[in-house]
Structure formats: structure tokens, C-alpha cells
């Protein structure tokens, strides 16, 4: 075998990698192990407050020791493999930037009748449409204004320049659509930071293109309070004064020689600098490039007038630089008592947003900031500021330009005619952004910041600085809670299903394949291992969808060494020898393994660029499975068969066992014949089940329709059907209560106050459905799962999400759907070069998913309800991978005996490529479905939905890739097969 060297070689380094990097999830569990440990009581309560202190003590202090290299916890939980929210608890959230602010504050906050009277209606309209809030606006202005244009409410003293008496609609709501903008990505450069100062692994934060709407995850996030402030807190820009060395200098040399004596305990590295006759004081192991960032030079920020710079650049004097792992015990020194006293009322300390990279070292300052009798109200306030943007100084490098109103440009003027040669810190929500030198008064409020900026980070302060400008309050509009309870649960759930399917793939195997079985669970167990390896790689957390995709995998990645096999064994029947039967197989398989696999990670490429929230880890996992089952189950496999076969004919290696080798042999059934029955079968069932669709509905998860759901936990088990009626008299109707997983957990879910987004209307519901519960049961609500008893029950997760939301998650989903079967027709018709491979595939997969939705119907109407929701989506994009798979399978054979047709005719080739890859399909199918059932009986509610439809979908994939997609191509090419008997009957 050729580059057997390279296939052994790779397979050491990636599997050393992924020990590596599986190792950080073994420490961080012992780190966490810990904690829990620290913060339960003898009585067995945990503290979770106590805990994530124990947590935030060792952020940044080492864990791990890697040979000779130490690894903060930080560093650790962002190598680790993290699980995501359904699997340890924690809290998603999704924010809407409010526009209303915007269109309101650009006018000034006008008291304009109408005006004021257009921005409620539109705020209105805005919770159940779809448009865009500045057209809703601008529609009912019209109606409410009697026509008139904006120009007469948006042509103000502050917008001069921007807007003025002869600015058209058209280009006044322009400028209100780049506000809005903006203002979105103003509050995502703000969240970013404060998430990533609260310290959860792994945070997650991302715009959702298209809306204003920002969606963040927060894993193992115990206090949903803490968080709902956060996020939802007004940012808080402020111009400060920096506290020069030569004014605190006695105070700055006594705090820094008690940090550097603390680091240099902690052999942590800290260091100090005073700028006093150019001396370093403190640890005398600094770096040249850390004495010349301590003294200032190049890496400072400067500030002048933007008309004429006044003075040339000047070096500021950096007052604390630590090295960045330091932070935390810095932080728990200036908090002791003997620092504390040493500390003028009128000092503050505040850090740096960000380090900076030094000769490799993350450096980071810590300001003192002057505040004047230890108030918080700055000398000025960032609500000055009515613009600013990303401009090149005149050595074309990024700068930023900042204008300020009438009120701002006097405090600015007098603030920089008194602070010449000294920093002004620019502070946002206590974090020191940019502190540039001033460098003489400026007497308008235009200004320019320039320094060693990147252009990104030159865009950021701007949107920074115009945080001040017109405030754009985020509003909560999703969020699903889960409770660690509900979490140990998943993953149970999760594990049994994975250990139960692989158990049964590999005795099927064995019994099948013998010692070629054997081989194949080698490619399995190297598969699996190499997902949850490159998993950690990417830093990619795991979801119970995303076990799902593992569980799916084990069914799927046997696919490759089935066909394989099926390839040796057919060379062998024919009667080659075991090395050449071995050769052939690899090679005559490789295409159909290729093809097959390409189309299915296409669908999963798909899923992950237009998929939303646990959609996405799990299209993750199936992109990853197929690249890592393919390596396995072609290169891997091939190595170990051949080193097993090296000996030839005297080797001891088999295919197949006494039950296995003559099974599937020979067979000629003419499937063809049958097609016209299977199209009737078929349109019968999907006709059938669309009628009951839209005579019942199908039921539609929170996530497609908006609401609020709430999981229950009682100690003993509770009649659904009893909580449903009782709770429809409070909520008018609008209730539905199910069992949940088992028959003691009810999931509630209401649409009561669905357009209500406040935190009073969550509230509310929330208690409704307390009290509800109570009277109806009698029984005491309990916060903590882990205090319930006979007389209690717990709510252990929640979710909500708008219309709006819900909407958006439909658009993605259809999306997903109508590029998928476009990628799958593309990528067909190249690899076939004929149009009629592609309308068939498609056609087929248009035939799967209605199967499918019609199944959820029919079964809906003998009650056996399943939700129709995201993990639903994923399903379904599974199931055209899947049944692409089967149909290319067969178009691979079709292929092969077209290019080796001989005298045979096109129909019979057809039938022929159905019967001789019919083993590989049953056996195929088998394997996923047996792991499928596994995931229907252990998954767990959440999963119950999505293990229904790949049931389906599988069972009606194989079906379709032998009775409707093939014949669909032999009906489509009806032409040749016409041609084909008119010269049968000329010859004749």
C-alpha cells in the first residue's frame, strides 16, 4: 500500500492532538470538582455564589502544568471541551437594540403631536410585523402628520450639517437606518466586553445578520439576575483625569511595592515603573520593550485639535503595568484593609480594557484615575458627544474624529487647557478605554484622537465614544434558562444513548463481517475519539444535539466500510485473491464513499451557516463526524486490513461469517417494474397526511411560535391533563401542560403576554404559573430542585421567545432547506453530467420531507404528538444527507455499469445497480436505525421529536433512493429508452 507511512504518521499526530487537548477537559473538571466540593455545606447545599468565587479566585491563577508550561484556569477553560447549555445548565439570551431612542433623540426628543404620537403606533405595529420599525415609523408619521416631510422635525441645531430644511425623506431615513446600525454595534462592542469581563466558559456572542438583534450564551451561568443587569445596564461613558505619578508618587510606590512583593510570591512577574529621572522602580527583570511601554513612547495614545495639531507628540508616563494573570490577585490586594488606607478618597483604580502583547507577555496598565471627593460624576459625561467616527491622522494611520455639543465643547475646552501634557482617561462602564495625552487646549468641541491603532480597534472607540451619543436601550426578547438538574439529566440521557447504540453497531458488525467487523469498530472507536478531540480544538462546546450527531455518526461512519466490504466480498466471489479482492474493493468503493459524503457535509455546511442556537453544535458535529469517518474508515482501515492481509492467501482475515456469505447474493428483483405502485403509495401518504395538516395543524414548538415555556419538577408523578385544565382558567386558554421526559417533570408552556417583553411580564407569568400550580395541587413552590420534598416542586428551566424571534428562526429554517436541495442539485449534476440525476435527487428529497411532515400529522391525529422546532429543522436537513447518501450510492453503481454497459439496456443497468447495492443499503440502514431507536427510547423528551423524524426519514430515505429516485431518472429519460427499443426492433 502506498503512503502507508503518512496514514500511520498523520493518525499519531492527530490522535497526540487530540489527547492534548482532551487533557485540558480532564483538568478543568477537577478544577470544578473542587469548587463544588469549597462551596457544599456538611448538609450537602451548594453555594453557587460560593462557588464562583472559589472559581474567580484561580481565573487567572496556574492549574496545569503541561510539560514545563503552566496554564492559568482561564487558559484552560478555553481549551477545554465545553458543554453548552443543555447539557450543564447556564442561560441564552437574545437582545433587540430599540430603535424607538434613535428615531426619537435624532429629533431631539421633539414634543411634536404627531411625531409622538407616530413613534407609539409604530411601536406597536412593530411587536407583530415583520418590517423594519423605521418604516412602520415613517408610514404612520405620514398618516398622523398629514404628509409632511421629516425635514420639518429633523432639521435641528444639532443634526446641522447632517440634515437641514432641504434634506428629502429619503435621505433623512438613510440617516436614521445608519444610526440604527451603528447603535447596534455600539451595544455589541460594549456587551462583548462586559461578557467577557463576568467570566463564564466559553461565552458565545454573535449579531444575528439581518435584525438588531445581538445573541448570547452563557454556559453554567448560575445567577440569571446578575446577567439580566448586565446586559441590560446603560452604558456609562465618562471623561477622566489620570493620576500622574509625580502628584501620587509616595501613594503609587507604596501600593506597587505590596503588589510586586505579592506577585513576586506568586512568581507571577508583575512590575512597576515611576517615571521619576527616567528610573524603573520595581521588579528588575523587565524586558527592554516592557521598560519602554512603562516609560511611554510609540504605544501611546495622543489627543490634539482637529484643525491644527498644537504640539508634537509627547511621551506619557504609564503609571502600574502587570502582567496580565496578575489582575486577579491584584484585584484581592487593593481590597485589603492596609491598602485601602494608604488609597486618598479622591483616587480611584481602573483597568485597562485590554492588555498588550509584549515580546510575547500580555502586559496590562492599571490607571488611577482622579475622582474629586470620591464621586462618580465625571468632569464630563459621554452624553456630550454628538458624533464620532474612524478618520486617518495626516500620517494616513487610523484615528478617531470626535465632535461634542455646545455644553460639551466648553467643559472640553476648559479640560484641556488645565490637564496640558497630561491623560485623560476615556472610561466606559469602569474600564479605561484609551487614555491619549493632551497636548494643548481645545477650543472646539472637535477633537481628534490618534495613537498605534488597527483600524478595527480605531472603528471600535468611535462607536465607543458615540455610546454617549444617542442612547439605544437593548431589551431581553428571548432567553431560555436551564437548570444544572435538568442539565445532569441531558447528559445521562445523552451517554446512554451513544454506549447503547455503539454496543449494538459493534455485535452487528462482528456477527456481519467477522474480522473485517472488527476493523470497522477500530475506524469507529478512532472516529468518535478524533470528534470529541477536534471538538476541543475549536473550542466548540458540546450540546445535547451535538451528541445526537455523534450517536448519528456510529450509524453513519459504518457506511463507508460496508460499501468497502461489500466490494472485497464481490471481488472474492468473483474469484480474485485476498490481496487484489482487498485493492479492487478500496478502489471500486472510494467514488460512492466520496460522493456520498461530500453531499451529506454539504447539508451540514448549510446547517451551520443559516442554523441558529443547538442547530448549529450540531451541524458542527456532523461536519466533523464526516471528515473524521472518512479518514478512518478509508485510510485507516486500509492500513490495518493490509497489515492483517500480509501474509496473502495464508491470512487469516475473512469479510464475512457462515450467516453472512451467501446473504444478498444474486438477487434480481425488478424494482422498476414497480414504480408506478410505489408513486401511488406514495403521493397517497403525503396527500393524506398534508389533509390531516391542515384540518389539525401540526404542533409547532416555542421557538416557531412565540411564548413562554416552563419544565415543572415534582416529587411524585402528576396527571398533565389535571395542571392543563386547572392553569387554562388563569392563563384564558392559552396552556398547554405535558409530561416531560418522565412522569413527575411537566413542561408548561403558555403564550400569555407573548408581546410583552419586560422583565414585570415575565414576572408575571412566571408567578401565574406558581400559584397556578399551587392551588391546583396543593404543594409549596421551592427555588432549589435540591430542597424539594412530597409537599414541594421546583421550576428547573425556562424559556421565551418573541413572534419576532420566532419568525426569524422560520426564515433561517427555510433557508437552510432551499440551499441545501440547491447545493445537492449543483454539486449531482457535476459529478453526474446529467440533468436528470439532479431533478431526480431532488425530486426524492422534496418526496422525504413531505413523507416526513405528513408521518408528524398522522401520527399527531392518533396521538402521538411531536413538536415541530429547530432540533426538528436539523432533522429534517439530516435526513436529505442521509437519503442523498442512499441515492448516490446507487447512481455511483448505475454509473459504473452505464461505463461498462456492453449489449445491456438501460432499464436493466438501472435494476441491476438497485440489487447489486442492496446489501450495502439494508445493512446501511440497519446500523442508523438501530442507533435512531436507541436515541427514541433514551434520548429523552428533548430529542423525542427529532428521533421520530430521522425514523421516519431513514426508513423513507432507503425506500426512496430505490423506488422513486431511480425510476424517476428512467422516467426522465424516457427518450433513450424509446431510442433504445427502436433500434432493438430495426436490428429485429
Given at each position: 500500500?502506498?503512503?502507508?507511512?503518512?496514514?500511520?504518521?498523520?493518525?499519531?499526530?492527530?490522535?497526540?492532538?487530540?489527547?492534548?487537548?482532551?487533557?485540558?477537559?480532564?483538568?478543568?473538571?477537577?478544577?470544578?470538582?473542587?469548587?463544588?466540593?469549597?462551596?457544599?455545606?456538611?448538609?450537602?447545599?451548594?453555594?453557587?455564589?460560593?462557588?464562583?468565587?472559589?472559581?474567580?479566585?484561580?481565573?487567572?491563577?496556574?492549574?496545569?502544568?503541561?510539560?514545563?508550561?503552566?496554564?492559568?484556569?482561564?487558559?484552560?477553560?478555553?481549551?477545554?471541551?465545553?458543554?453548552?447549555?443543555?447539557?450543564?445548565?447556564?442561560?441564552?439570551?437574545?437582545?433587540?437594540?430599540?430603535?424607538?431612542?434613535?428615531?426619537?433623540?435624532?429629533?431631539?426628543?421633539?414634543?411634536?403631536?404627531?411625531?409622538?404620537?407616530?413613534?407609539?403606533?409604530?411601536?406597536?405595529?412593530?411587536?407583530?410585523?415583520?418590517?423594519?420599525?423605521?418604516?412602520?415609523?415613517?408610514?404612520?408619521?405620514?398618516?398622523?402628520?398629514?404628509?409632511?416631510?421629516?425635514?420639518?422635525?429633523?432639521?435641528?441645531?444639532?443634526?446641522?450639517?447632517?440634515?437641514?430644511?432641504?434634506?428629502?425623506?429619503?435621505?433623512?431615513?438613510?440617516?436614521?437606518?445608519?444610526?440604527?446600525?451603528?447603535?447596534?454595534?455600539?451595544?455589541?462592542?460594549?456587551?462583548?466586553?462586559?461578557?467577557?469581563?463576568?467570566?463564564?466558559?466559553?461565552?458565545?456572542?454573535?449579531?444575528?445578520?439581518?435584525?438588531?438583534?445581538?445573541?448570547?450564551?452563557?454556559?453554567?451561568?448560575?445567577?440569571?439576575?446578575?446577567?439580566?443587569?448586565?446586559?441590560?445596564?446603560?452604558?456609562?461613558?465618562?471623561?477622566?483625569?489620570?493620576?500622574?505619578?509625580?502628584?501620587?508618587?509616595?501613594?503609587?510606590?507604596?501600593?506597587?511595592?505590596?503588589?510586586?512583593?505579592?506577585?513576586?510570591?506568586?512568581?507571577?512577574?508583575?512590575?512597576?515603573?515611576?517615571?521619576?529621572?527616567?528610573?524603573?522602580?520595581?521588579?528588575?527583570?523587565?524586558?527592554?520593550?516592557?521598560?519602554?511601554?512603562?516609560?511611554?513612547?510609540?504605544?501611546?495614545?495622543?489627543?490634539?485639535?482637529?484643525?491644527?495639531?498644537?504640539?508634537?507628540?509627547?511621551?506619557?508616563?504609564?503609571?502600574?503595568?502587570?502582567?496580565?494573570?496578575?489582575?486577579?490577585?491584584?484585584?484581592?490586594?487593593?481590597?485589603?484593609?492596609?491598602?485601602?488606607?494608604?488609597?486618598?478618597?479622591?483616587?480611584?483604580?481602573?483597568?485597562?480594557?485590554?492588555?498588550?502583547?509584549?515580546?510575547?507577555?500580555?502586559?496590562?496598565?492599571?490607571?488611577?484615575?482622579?475622582?474629586?471627593?470620591?464621586?462618580?460624576?465625571?468632569?464630563?459625561?459621554?452624553?456630550?458627544?454628538?458624533?464620532?467616527?474612524?478618520?486617518?491622522?495626516?500620517?494616513?494611520?487610523?484615528?478617531?474624529?470626535?465632535?461634542?455639543?455646545?455644553?460639551?465643547?466648553?467643559?472640553?475646552?476648559?479640560?484641556?487647557?488645565?490637564?496640558?501634557?497630561?491623560?485623560?482617561?476615556?472610561?466606559?462602564?469602569?474600564?479605561?478605554?484609551?487614555?491619549?495625552?493632551?497636548?494643548?487646549?481645545?477650543?472646539?468641541?472637535?477633537?481628534?484622537?490618534?495613537?498605534?491603532?488597527?483600524?478595527?480597534?480605531?472603528?471600535?472607540?468611535?462607536?465607543?465614544?458615540?455610546?454617549?451619543?444617542?442612547?439605544?436601550?437593548?431589551?431581553?426578547?428571548?432567553?431560555?434558562?436551564?437548570?444544572?438538574?435538568?442539565?445532569?439529566?441531558?447528559?445521562?440521557?445523552?451517554?446512554?444513548?451513544?454506549?447503547?447504540?455503539?454496543?449494538?453497531?459493534?455485535?452487528?458488525?462482528?456477527?456481519?463481517?467477522?474480522?473485517?467487523?472488527?476493523?470497522?469498530?477500530?475506524?469507529?472507536?478512532?472516529?468518535?475519539?478524533?470528534?470529541?478531540?477536534?471538538?476541543?480544538?475549536?473550542?466548540?462546546?458540546?450540546?445535547?444535539?451535538?451528541?445526537?450527531?455523534?450517536?448519528?455518526?456510529?450509524?453513519?461512519?459504518?457506511?463507508?466500510?460496508?460499501?468497502?466490504?461489500?466490494?472485497?466480498?464481490?471481488?472474492?466471489?468473483?474469484?480474485?485473491?485476498?490481496?487484489?479482492?482487498?485493492?479492487?474493493?478500496?478502489?471500486?468503493?472510494?467514488?460512492?464513499?466520496?460522493?456520498?459524503?461530500?453531499?451529506?457535509?454539504?447539508?451540514?455546511?448549510?446547517?451551520?451557516?443559516?442554523?441558529?442556537?443547538?442547530?448549529?453544535?450540531?451541524?458542527?458535529?456532523?461536519?466533523?463526524?464526516?471528515a473524521s469517518s472518512f479518514f478512518s474508515s478509508v485510510f485507516i482501515t486500509r492500513v490495518i486490513v493490509y497489515w492483517m492481509s500480509k501474509k496473502g492467501e495464508q491470512s487469516k482475515i475473512s469479510f464475512a461469517t457462515p450467516f453472512s456469505r451467501n446473504l444478498f447474493s444474486n438477487l434480481n428483483i425488478d424494482f422498476l417494474g414497480k414504480r408506478k405502485i410505489a408513486y401511488l403509495i406514495s403521493s397517497s401518504v403525503i396527500i393524506i397526511g398534508?389533509?390531516?395538516?391542515?384540518?389539525?395543524?401540526?404542533?409547532?414548538?416555542?421557538?416557531?411560535?412565540?411564548?413562554?415555556?416552563?419544565?415543572?419538577?415534582?416529587?411524585?408523578?402528576?396527571?398533565?391533563?389535571?395542571?392543563?385544565?386547572?392553569?387554562?382558567?388563569?392563563?384564558?386558554?392559552?396552556?398547554?401542560?405535558?409530561?416531560?421526559?418522565?412522569?413527575?417533570?411537566?413542561?408548561?408552556?403558555?403564550?400569555?403576554?407573548?408581546?410583552?417583553?419586560?422583565?414585570?411580564?415575565?414576572?408575571?407569568?412566571?408567578?401565574?404559573?406558581?400559584?397556578?400550580?399551587?392551588?391546583?395541587?396543593?404543594?409549596?413552590?421551592?427555588?432549589?430542585?435540591?430542597?424539594?420534598?412530597?409537599?414541594?416542586?421546583?421550576?428547573?428551566?425556562?424559556?421565551?421567545?418573541?413572534?419576532?424571534?420566532?419568525?426569524?428562526?422560520?426564515?433561517?429554517?427555510?433557508?437552510?432547506?432551499?440551499?441545501?436541495?440547491?447545493?445537492?442539485?449543483?454539486?449531482?449534476?457535476?459529478?453526474?453530467?446529467?440533468?436528470?440525476?439532479?431533478?431526480?435527487?431532488?425530486?426524492?428529497?422534496?418526496?422525504?420531507?413531505?413523507?416526513?411532515?405528513?408521518?408528524?400529522?398522522?401520527?399527531?391525529?392518533?396521538?402521538?404528538?411531536?413538536?415541530?422546532?429547530?432540533?426538528?429543522?436539523?432533522?429534517?436537513?439530516?435526513?436529505?444527507?442521509?437519503?442523498?447518501?442512499?441515492?448516490?450510492?446507487?447512481?455511483?453503481?448505475?454509473?459504473?455499469?452505464?461505463?461498462?454497459?456492453?449489449?445491456?439496456?438501460?432499464?436493466?443497468?438501472?435494476?441491476?445497480?438497485?440489487?447489486?447495492?442492496?446489501?450495502?443499503?439494508?445493512?446501511?440502514?440497519?446500523?442508523?436505525?438501530?442507533?435512531?431507536?436507541?436515541?427514541?427510547?433514551?434520548?429523552?423528551?428533548?430529542?423525542?421529536?427529532?428521533?421520530?423524524?430521522?425514523?421516519?426519514?431513514?426508513?423513507?430515505?432507503?425506500?426512496?433512493?430505490?423506488?422513486?429516485?431511480?425510476?424517476?431518472?428512467?422516467?426522465?429519460?424516457?427518450?433513450?429508452?424509446?431510442?433504445?427499443?427502436?433500434?432493438?426492433?430495426?436490428?429485429?
Amino acid at each position: 500500500m502506498q503512503n502507508k507511512g503518512i496514514i500511520v504518521f498523520l493518525t499519531v499526530i492527530v490522535t497526540a492532538l487530540c489527547l492534548y487537548y482532551l487533557s485540558f477537559t480532564y483538568v478543568s473538571g477537577n478544577v470544578q470538582e473542587d469548587a463544588t466540593a469549597y462551596a457544599t455545606d456538611v448538609e450537602g447545599n451548594l453555594d453557587f455564589a460560593k462557588k464562583q468565587s472559589y472559581l474567580d479566585s484561580v481565573w487567572r491563577e496556574p492549574v496545569y502544568n503541561f510539560l514545563g508550561i503552566d496554564y492559568t484556569f482561564k487558559e484552560v477553560k478555553e481549551t477545554e471541551l465545553g458543554l453548552g447549555l443543555d447539557l450543564q445548565g447556564g442561560m441564552h439570551v437574545t437582545l433587540a437594540v430599540s430603535p424607538v431612542e434613535i428615531v426619537k433623540g435624532l429629533a431631539g426628543n421633539s414634543q411634536n403631536e404627531a411625531f409622538n404620537a407616530a413613534v407609539e403606533e409604530a411601536e406597536e405595529l412593530s411587536k407583530t410585523s415583520n418590517d423594519k420599525y423605521v418604516d412602520i415609523f415613517y408610514a404612520q408619521w405620514k398618516e398622523k402628520s398629514g404628509n409632511k416631510p421629516l425635514n420639518s422635525i429633523y432639521a435641528t441645531a444639532a443634526n446641522r450639517g447632517r440634515i437641514s430644511l432641504e434634506s428629502s425623506d429619503g435621505d433623512i431615513l438613510d440617516i436614521i437606518d445608519n444610526e440604527v446600525e451603528n447603535a447596534i454595534d455600539r451595544s455589541f462592542n460594549i456587551l462583548r466586553t462586559r461578557i467577557d469581563r463576568f467570566g463564564t466558559s466559553q461565552p458565545n456572542i454573535q449579531r444575528i445578520q439581518g435584525t438588531g438583534r445581538i445573541q448570547i450564551e452563557l454556559p453554567g451561568v448560575d445567577n440569571q439576575e446578575r446577567v439580566r443587569n448586565l446586559l441590560q445596564g446603560v452604558a456609562k461613558l465618562q471623561f477622566w483625569k489620570v493620576a500622574e505619578i509625580n502628584e501620587y508618587g509616595d501613594v503609587l510606590q507604596q501600593i506597587n511595592a505590596a503588589l510586586v512583593a505579592e506577585s513576586k510570591a506568586n512568581k507571577s512577574g508583575a512590575a512597576a515603573t515611576s517615571a521619576d529621572a527616567g528610573q524603573v522602580e520595581g521588579d528588575s527583570t523587565m524586558t527592554d520593550l516592557e521598560r519602554q511601554l512603562a516609560e511611554g513612547g510609540d504605544e501611546t495614545d495622543s489627543l490634539s485639535a482637529d484643525v491644527s495639531p498644537l504640539f508634537s507628540l509627547l511621551k506619557a508616563n504609564y503609571g502600574l503595568v502587570y502582567d496580565v494573570k496578575d489582575t486577579v490577585a491584584i484585584n484581592r490586594i487593593l481590597k485589603r484593609e492596609d491598602i485601602q488606607s494608604l488609597i486618598p478618597r479622591d483616587l480611584t483604580f481602573m483597568w485597562a480594557v485590554k492588555a498588550r502583547d509584549v515580546e510575547g507577555e500580555e502586559l496590562i496598565e492599571l490607571h488611577g484615575i482622579e475622582t474629586p471627593r470620591g464621586t462618580d460624576q465625571a468632569p464630563l459625561e459621554g452624553d456630550v458627544i454628538t458624533d464620532a467616527r474612524q478618520v486617518l491622522d495626516q500620517s494616513s494611520n487610523p484615528a478617531v474624529s470626535m465632535s461634542m455639543n455646545a455644553e460639551g465643547a466648553r467643559k472640553w475646552r476648559k479640560m484641556t487647557a488645565e490637564n496640558i501634557n497630561r491623560r485623560i482617561a476615556v472610561v466606559l462602564d469602569n474600564y479605561v478605554y484609551t487614555a491619549p495625552n493632551i497636548l494643548g487646549e481645545i477650543p472646539s468641541g472637535q477633537s481628534e484622537i490618534t495613537g498605534n491603532f488597527t483600524l478595527e480597534e480605531a472603528k471600535d472607540l468611535a462607536n465607543i465614544l458615540k455610546s454617549g451619543t444617542l442612547p439605544a436601550p437593548t431589551k431581553i426578547v428571548e432567553e431560555a434558562i436551564i437548570g444544572p438538574t435538568l442539565g445532569k439529566e441531558a447528559q445521562s440521557q445523552g451517554i446512554n444513548s451513544m454506549v447503547a447504540g455503539l454496543a449494538i453497531v459493534v455485535l452487528f458488525m462482528i456477527a456481519y463481517y467477522a474480522k473485517g467487523g472488527f476493523v470497522a469498530i477500530a475506524a469507529l472507536i478512532f472516529n468518535i475519539f478524533f470528534i470529541l478531540g477536534i471538538l476541543a480544538q475549536l473550542g466548540t462546546a458540546l450540546t445535547l444535539p451535538g451528541i445526537a450527531g455523534i450517536v448519528l455518526t456510529i450509524g453513519m461512519s459504518i457506511d463507508a466500510n460496508v460499501l468497502i466490504f461489500e466490494r472485497i466480498k464481490e471481488e472474492l466471489a468473483a474469484g480474485a485473491g485476498i490481496l487484489q479482492a482487498i485493492s479492487s474493493g478500496y478502489s471500486k468503493a472510494f467514488s460512492a464513499i466520496l460522493d456520498s459524503n461530500v453531499t451529506t457535509f454539504l447539508t451540514g455546511a448549510i446547517l451551520y451557516a443559516l442554523g441558529q442556537g443547538p442547530v448549529k453544535g450540531f451541524a458542527i458535529v456532523l461536519m466533523i463526524g464526516i471528515a473524521s469517518s472518512f479518514f478512518s474508515s478509508v485510510f485507516i482501515t486500509r492500513v490495518i486490513v493490509y497489515w492483517m492481509s500480509k501474509k496473502g492467501e495464508q491470512s487469516k482475515i475473512s469479510f464475512a461469517t457462515p450467516f453472512s456469505r451467501n446473504l444478498f447474493s444474486n438477487l434480481n428483483i425488478d424494482f422498476l417494474g414497480k414504480r408506478k405502485i410505489a408513486y401511488l403509495i406514495s403521493s397517497s401518504v403525503i396527500i393524506i397526511g398534508l389533509g390531516v395538516a391542515l384540518v389539525n395543524g401540526l404542533k409547532f414548538g416555542v421557538d416557531f411560535t412565540g411564548g413562554r415555556s416552563y419544565i415543572v419538577e415534582f416529587s411524585q408523578p402528576v396527571a398533565a391533563s389535571e395542571l392543563k385544565t386547572g392553569l387554562d382558567r388563569a392563563f384564558d386558554g392559552s396552556v398547554e401542560a405535558k409530561t416531560y421526559g418522565a412522569n413527575n417533570i411537566i413542561k408548561v408552556t403558555t403564550s400569555y403576554l407573548i408581546n410583552e417583553d419586560s422583565n414585570e411580564a415575565n414576572r408575571e407569568v412566571e408567578t401565574k404559573v406558581k400559584e397556578g400550580i399551587a392551588q391546583i395541587t396543593g404543594l409549596t413552590f421551592v427555588s432549589d430542585a435540591t430542597q424539594m420534598d412530597d409537599n414541594s416542586f421546583a421550576i428547573t428551566g425556562s424559556s421565551k421567545v418573541g413572534a419576532t424571534v420566532a419568525d426569524d428562526i422560520k426564515n433561517s429554517s427555510m433557508e437552510a432547506m432551499f440551499f441545501a436541495l440547491v447545493a445537492i442539485f449543483l454539486y449531482i449534476l457535476l459529478r453526474f453530467r446529467k440533468w436528470q440525476y439532479s431533478l431526480a435527487s431532488i425530486i426524492a428529497l422534496a418526496h422525504d420531507t413531505l413523507f416526513v411532515v405528513a408521518a408528524f400529522a398522522i401520527a399527531s391525529a392518533f396521538g402521538a404528538t411531536f413538536e415541530i422546532d429547530q432540533v426538528f429543522i436539523a432533522a429534517m436537513l439530516t435526513v436529505i444527507g442521509y437519503s442523498i447518501n442512499d441515492t448516490v450510492i446507487v447512481f455511483d453503481r448505475i454509473r459504473e455499469n452505464i461505463a461498462n454497459r456492453g449489449t445491456s439496456k438501460l432499464v436493466k443497468m438501472f435494476n441491476d445497480a438497485i440489487n447489486q447495492t442492496m446489501a450495502r443499503t439494508l445493512i446501511t440502514s440497519f446500523t442508523t436505525l438501530v442507533v435512531v431507536i436507541v436515541l427514541l427510547v433514551f434520548g429523552g423528551e428533548v430529542l423525542r421529536g427529532f428521533s421520530f423524524a430521522l425514523f421516519i426519514g431513514i426508513l423513507i430515505g432507503t425506500y426512496s433512493s430505490i423506488y422513486i429516485a431511480t425510476p424517476i431518472v428512467v422516467d426522465l429519460m424516457k427518450r433513450e429508452i424509446d431510442q433504445e427499443k427502436d433500434e432493438t426492433k430495426t436490428v429485429a
